[in-house]
């Protein structure tokens, strides 16, 4: 089974930028859609940002501008590219793949450990 891991989370200021990986120990061809989510702390773990197998990509409203999903097919890695972050940006991020068996946003699905950003002055 491919596995994920997510890297890149790290503390920066407001108005800083980032971006995050997500590396599959496989093709990622084998998702239909791919996705970031993240969790902050007490609350729900909601979808930032997808992506489909041929590209087109959705936005959750709050970071419509500022984020971009994107993905490198050979490379079997999903990045998020964060502008002008905000605290309120501040979660554990979490990347997934949507399968036949397991949609997007299943918890019985495919999904890394989780990388922290935190955005603090």
């Known amino acids: 089974q491919v596995q994920l891991s997510e890297y890149g989370g790290t503390l920066v200021q407001p108005g800083e930028s980032l971006r995050l990986s997500c590396n599959a120990s496989g093709s990622i061809a084998i998702f239909y859609g791919m996705a970031w989510y993240r969790q902050m702390p007490g609350k729900r773990r909601e979808l930032v940002a997808t992506?489909?197998?041929?590209?087109?990509?959705s936005y959750m409203r709050s970071v419509k501008g500022r984020f971009t999903i994107s993905k490198d097919n050979a490379g079997n890695t999903l990045y998020l590219e964060m502008n002008n972050l905000k605290e309120e940006d501040t979660a554990v991020y979490y990347c997934?793949?949507?399968?036949?068996?397991?949609?997007?946003?299943?918890?019985?699905?495919?999904w890394g450990q989780g990388t922290q950003v935190t955005v603090s002055s």
């Open positions: 997934n793949g949507g399968t036949d068996t397991y949609g997007l946003g299943d918890d019985s699905g495919i």
């Open positions: 992506i489909t197998q041929t590209g087109l990509t």
